[in-house]
């Protein structure tokens, strides 16, 4: 009988020590009004060893926490915020976070799990849970089960595929999913609005959100764009395709979708078809910068009445067609530095009537039209680090329409220093001009 009832007593010990959560862990916690640091020597909840108080917690632990049990962090009603980050947490076993009414944000990034189970997240109401910077490649259908979050952070681990089912029953607005090397991910999330997929292995855009408006593709592996990629996204305003490997936009793609930035920027692309970008009703920023496009198109954005923005900039375009920018008059940028224009004529601004910046910068303009602006209106121009040795005809006239001029680092010559420097006196409003002999500002 001895025997036995010793035998029994050294299993109760051993299964309680299998448990432990918290062994040598340091707990920070703090209020609104006071902070205490203290050492947990051994504990298998979180709840015996912070204080009872009628007000909200945020607690950060420290030191070495590999599993967190079941119950381990429950039973806690204050509890705002909970910080395990950097501890070397392998493993979450499902009901070891629970019942905690005010848990607002839980912050698990930077350690070693590998695995969500099903039950880890369940019948919680956070507005963020961060698990970025762990090695989960797994996702168990049912692991997110009923949560109710704003944010959730899943950014550098080694997920490869969301499947159908993985958010069933969630309430989730913003999902972050950089750098996974994710390859697919399928399946609706109800209340999605924000979506960041950059840096991951996708090739093309296949996804189904009906409420996403804010979508983040960037340094992806997609290589064409399809008429109806965006059919499933319906209330998409944010496109962000920065980086991948685009050579061409057809037609259908983007026209008569709600976007408002549309990002195509350091891509390939060296065709944009005419109607491409028709019909954009709400679209106000484009970047079709550091491309290869080498030609302009006038007829680009037809019926995009709400277009303030164009950045094309550090493309190889040569020239500007007559009435280059007629299916957008008023404008508030319009940057084209960095690109091989030589020469702008006065044809190229027919139709412009307003633009608030307007950038040549670094391009190789020789000649400029006296008459180069047109009618057009325009707060500031750059035309500095272009090939200009002399402005022809009345500078006053060339500038006449123009607020702010730049047009440093161009190669002026010496017989024009001096006209230059007449007009300087009586127009103050160019910053900055180079003489290609002196090099320095006249």
């Not at 917690?57 to 420290?62: F, G, H, Y």
């Not at 980050?85 to 009901?95: A, D, F, Q, W, Y």
């Not at 991951?200 to 109806?228: A, M, R, W």
């Amino acid at each position: 009988m001895l025997k036995t009832t010793v035998i029994s007593l050294l299993l109760i010990g051993v299964t309680r020590a299998e448990t432990i959560s918290f062994k040598n862990v340091t707990l920070e916690w703090k209020t609104s009004t006071d902070r205490n640091t203290t050492t947990i020597p051994s504990s298998a909840n979180l709840r015996d060893n912070i204080p009872k108080l009628q007000t909200e917690i945020s607690v950060v632990l420290s030191g070495l926490v590999p599993v967190l049990y079941p119950k381990s962090v429950s039973g806690v009603p204050t509890l705002k915020s909970l910080t395990v980050s950097n501890v070397g947490l392998r493993e979450i076993k499902p009901g070891a976070i629970e019942n905690l009414p005010l848990l607002a944000h839980l912050i698990l990034n930077r350690n070693e799990l590998k695995v969500i189970e099903r039950g880890t997240f369940t019948n919680l109401n956070l507005t963020s849970v961060n698990l970025g910077d762990n090695e989960i490649s797994k996702l168990e259908l049912g692991a997110f089960k009923n949560l109710k979050i704003h944010h959730l952070t899943l950014s550098n681990n080694k997920i490869s595929e969301i499947r159908n089912g993985t958010f069933e029953n969630v309430s989730l607005q913003s999902l972050n999913l950089y750098g996974n090397g994710l390859r697919k991910i399928d399946g609706p999330i109800t209340n999605l609005t924000n979506l960041v997929l950059s840096n991951n292995n996708l090739t093309e855009i296949d996804l189904h959100f009906p409420d996403l408006k804010y979508l983040d593709l960037s340094f992806n592996s997609i290589q064409v764009l399809k008429p109806g990629d965006l059919k499933n996204l319906p209330a998409l305003d944010t496109l962000d395709l920065t980086a991948n490997t685009l050579h061409h936009v057809p037609e259908g793609v983007f026209s008569q979708s709600k976007l408002v930035t549309l990002k195509l920027n350091y891509n390939q692309i060296a065709k944009i078809e005419p109607k491409s970008f028709d019909d954009m009703s709400q679209l106000s920023v484009l970047h079709i910068d550091h491309n290869n496009l080498t030609q302009w198109d006038d007829k680009w954005l037809s019926n995009s009445p709400k277009l303030a923005y164009i950045f094309a900039g550090f493309n190889r375009i040569g020239a500007l067609p007559g009435q280059a920018f007629r299916n957008y008059p008023q404008m508030y940028s319009i940057d084209l530095q960095g690109n091989l224009i030589k020469e702008v004529s006065r044809e190229s601004f027919a139709g412009l009537e307003k633009v608030v910046n307007f950038s040549l910068r670094d391009n190789l303009i020789v000649d400029l039209d006296p008459e180069w602006l047109a009618n057009a209106t325009v707060g500031s121009v750059d035309l500095s680090g272009n090939k200009l040795g002399c402005v022809e005809g009345n500078l006053e006239e060339a500038f006449r329409r123009v607020d702010f001029v730049h047009l440093e680092g161009n190669p002026w010559r010496e017989d024009c220093v001096e006209k230059i420097k007449t007009f300087l006196s009586q127009w103050p409003k160019i910053k900055r001009i180079v003489s290609s002999v002196s090099q320095q500002p006249i």
